[in-house]
């Protein structure tokens, strides 16, 4: 499922893109560590981690050069 970044309360969070909840992982903590009061940062990270998902599911996204 797509991640994106929304502002939720003083702090932008890493949300599931069709729910809206805060995204986690594995061991059911937040992908985000809590927010943070810059989106730059999480919008990286959340592209990261979407095309990590993607390769996952079979996708040839190429690495970065």
Same mark, same amino acid.
């Given at each position: 499922? %797509?991640?994106?970044?929304?502002? +939720? &309360?003083?702090?932008?969070?890493?949300? =599931?893109? =069709?729910? &809206?909840?805060?995204? $986690? /992982? +594995?061991? /059911? $903590?937040?992908?985000?560590? /809590? /927010?943070?009061?810059?989106?730059?940062?999480? +919008? $990286?990270? *959340?592209? *990261?981690?979407?095309?990590?998902?993607?390769?996952? +599911? &079979?996708? =040839?996204? %190429? $690495? %970065?050069?």
């Amino acid at each position: 499922m %797509p991640l994106i970044v929304r502002k +939720r &309360g003083d702090k932008y969070r890493i949300l =599931e893109s =069709e729910t &809206g909840w805060i995204a $986690k /992982g +594995r061991t /059911g $903590k937040a992908l985000d560590r /809590g /927010g943070s009061r810059s989106p730059t940062s999480l +919008r $990286k990270q *959340a592209a *990261a981690i979407n095309i990590a998902q993607a390769r996952q +599911r &079979g996708h =040839e996204i %190429p $690495k %970065p050069e």
